[in-house]
């Protein structure tokens, strides 16, 4: 099983309090508290952090988008994917991913994704979202068309790669008369294409119809089960067999010397579980953005909101490991055995989870546990 | 005639239709929050009109049109059903999103309608102020926001005194789904429209809450210097549901108007 590395790039350099007086921390939360002298030594602290994780022997870096928040400053999927291109050697880059349906050019995203590629060496793992309510009020993208812009923006990225220019793309949500980008993937006929998961039977079921690596996030063992079940059923559909290549999982995780200081860095998880994900329902699921479906299945795949759940419940229902490498690595292959995955994503840093701490932990992480992984799934 | 209902074909889409009264047509177009049916302005004035009250498209229990993008489509769309029900040359009413798409309807062919009526419609970026985000906010908070007082309101019993059936809830998330998919960007308004109302010389009156925190009453102010033959009647203690928070002031209004000279 290979492993990857996470990290949200948070800006959690504010007072908590200041927080709980908005309804959200996500588009509300007024970006006077945003300090760039900070957020300039924080963003070379986390590459640092990057770049020791490629050293450490993580199979992949994995890095995401999200706009209008402090817990996640990496607002450049692609700008980052380009400098982690340049500063690591080995590990497979995993952009986790482009947000299609808020994506106005997708020649433009065709392009950069290509020129991370190139940069990398061909190391590049192209993920498409279709992003949380939050993204669409940013981009002010109409959420009724937010499945048929995810479909239409990744079928002009993949003709972008795949078929020669010049070509004409009149399709219903884009217009190019002419498109023949000079920048294509080092990778043929193009990087591989990973899938996120929590609720929505459709995307499973699109995204095995495809091949593609689908990963759910943060839900329960049975959930996941039923999402790779849809996904299967996809699978099925187009004649393609279903390999643990195919299937990812993410939780959170954090190693250390002893149980106790591993305990202590994991607390700060708890904050991308409940604080940062506050919000009015209609900020993280606009009208008309899930279909009916969707809605359903989201009531029956977080019976209990993570918010609500202590942070010992957390542990024990895999959501955050943290603990000696031993106790890790035997928590990772219970994982792969419960789910058959081949690709565990760790979100391995997170809040106020300083330096030294997430440094010490990616270096037991390459010295101890990812030296078992290889002989699971 | 007695209020009742039907279902018509136009273009395709199934069009789900309450009609009643007696006297000269007059088309009533809904809000984003429904097609009520005949609540007691509604029924006050078809004593003196015809009323064919459509649920838009995409709501209620009209059928599918995903095809729609803006309201002008809408607009475009009730021309021909003023064709396909033989209403003649009606008069038309619309009520925010309704009185949104009665003055493009009156814009794109002025002389397909009689008189025109708008009741808080959308449509015009304010001036100053802002239209609110009616997808920001969950539902109890907005409706708190949509009228004045709730105390005042003669049906309030009857139309939100209980909590809705799951068949409620069902329309009421395709309205707001039609609603953002017809008024999403540029937000509830056409920045084009204020450049063709000045081609509607049809009398019209325009009702507007004082107290509007959807649509700003500056916007009723715009709407009345942008067309030639208007009038604006600001009803105080009132917030964006004037037919729903003032029954009878409204029925009053609309009726004396309706009954002026023809043009």
């Known amino acids: ?28 939360f007024p970006n006077r508290f945003f300090n760039p002298a900070i957020a300039a030594s924080n963003y070379q602290r986390y590459l640092d952090e990057y770049e020791l994780a ?49 994506e106005d050019n997708p020649v433009r995203m065709a392009e950069q994704i290509a020129m991370a590629d190139l940069i990398s060496g061909g190391r590049v793992l192209s993920g498409f979202v279709r992003g949380v309510g939050v993204e669409t009020w940013w981009a002010n993208t109409n959420p009724v068309h937010n499945r048929e812009r995810f479909e239409e923006c990744h079928d002009l990225v993949l003709k972008c790669w795949t078929d020669p220019g010049p070509f004409r793309w009149e399709g219903k949500h884009y217009h190019f008369r002419h498109v023949n980008p000079w920048c294509l993937p080092l990778q043929k006929p193009h990087p591989p294409i990973w899938v996120p998961g929590t609720a929505s039977p459709e995307t499973a079921i699109w995204a095995g119809q495809r091949g593609y690596t ?62 940062t994900l506050r919000a009015p329902l209609e900020f993280m699921s606009p009208v008309g953005m899930r279909s009916r479906a969707g809605n359903q299945f989201a009531l029956r795949a977080r019976p209990r909101s993570l918010a609500a759940m202590s942070y010992e419940e957390l542990i024990a229902e895999h959501f955050i490991i943290a603990s000696t490498p031993d106790e890790v690595a035997d928590r990772f292959a219970h994982i792969q055995k419960e789910l058959g995955i ?11 989870m300083d330096h030294p701490t997430t440094m010490r932990s990616i270096e037991l992480m390459g010295a101890k546990v990812i030296p078992t992984m290889g002989a699971l799934a | 005639m007695e209020p009742r209902e039907e279902t018509m074909s136009v273009g395709g889409v199934d069009v789900h239709v309450w009609k009643g009264g007696r006297g000269d047509p007059l088309l009533v177009l809904h809000g984003a929050g429904g097609n009520r049916g005949f609540t007691r302005w509604l029924r006050q004035v078809a004593e003196r009109y015809t009323v064919w009250a459509p649920t838009h498209p995409g709501f209620g229990r009209s059928g599918d049109a995903d095809w729609m993008e803006t309201v002008d489509d809408l607009a475009r769309f009730y021309l021909w059903f003023i064709e396909a029900a033989a209403l003649g040359r009606p008069h038309l009413l619309g009520q925010s999103i309704g009185g949104w798409t009665a003055a493009e309807m009156a814009a794109m062919s002025p002389r ?51 909590p809705p059936t799951p068949a409620e809830i069902e329309i009421a998330t395709r309205n707001q789904e039609m609603t953002a998919r017809l008024a999403w960007k540029p937000y509830m308004h056409n920045p084009r429209l204020a450049h063709f109302l000045p081609r509607v010389t049809n009398p019209a009156l325009i009702v507007w809450g004082r107290e509007d925190r959807i649509v700003p009453v500056e916007c009723g102010e ?12 600001v009803l105080e203690g009132c917030g964006h549901l004037p037919p729903i928070e003032q029954p009878d002031a409204v029925a009053r209004l609309v009726i004396d108007f309706l009954g002026g000279t023809r043009s």
């Open chain 1, 1 to 28: 099983m290979k492993l990857y590395y996470f990290s949200e790039m948070p800006h959690h350099e504010f007072p908590d309090e200041e927080g709980l007086k908005y309804p959200s921390l996500r588009l509300e």
């Open chain 1, 54 to 102: 490629d050293q450490a022997g993580f199979d992949g870096l994995m890095i995401n988008e999200h706009h209008s928040t402090p817990s996640c400053v990496n607002v450049g999927v692609n700008m980052t994917a380009a400098v982690l291109g340049r500063i690591t050697r080995r590990a497979k880059i995993l952009l986790l991913g482009n947000i299609l349906p808020i």
């Open chain 1, 214 to 275: 689908y990963v759910p996030f943060l839900v329960p063992f049975d959930i996941a089960r039923e999402l790779f079940d849809y996904y299967r059923q996809g699978a099925a559909e187009a004649g393609r067999t279903v390999t643990p290549d195919n299937l990812g999982f993410l939780i959170c995780a954090v190693t250390a010397d002893t149980r106790a200081k591993a305990l202590e860095a994991g607390r700060h998880f708890v904050w991308r579980m409940g604080p």
């Open chain 1, 342 to 352: 081949g690709h565990l994503l760790l979100e391995a840093q997170e809040s106020r």
């Open chain 2, 112 to 162: 397909a309608i009689d008189r025109l009526v708008l009741v808080s419609p959308a449509g015009l970026k304010p001036e100053t102020g802002e239209i609110l985000d009616v997808f920001y906010y969950p539902a109890p908070q907005l409706r708190a926001m949509t009228v004045h007082d709730p105390k005042t309101i003669p049906e309030w019993e009857e139309l939100y005194g209980r």
């Open chain 2, 222 to 233: 715009q709407y009345r210097r942008l067309l030639p033959n208007a009038t604006l009647s």
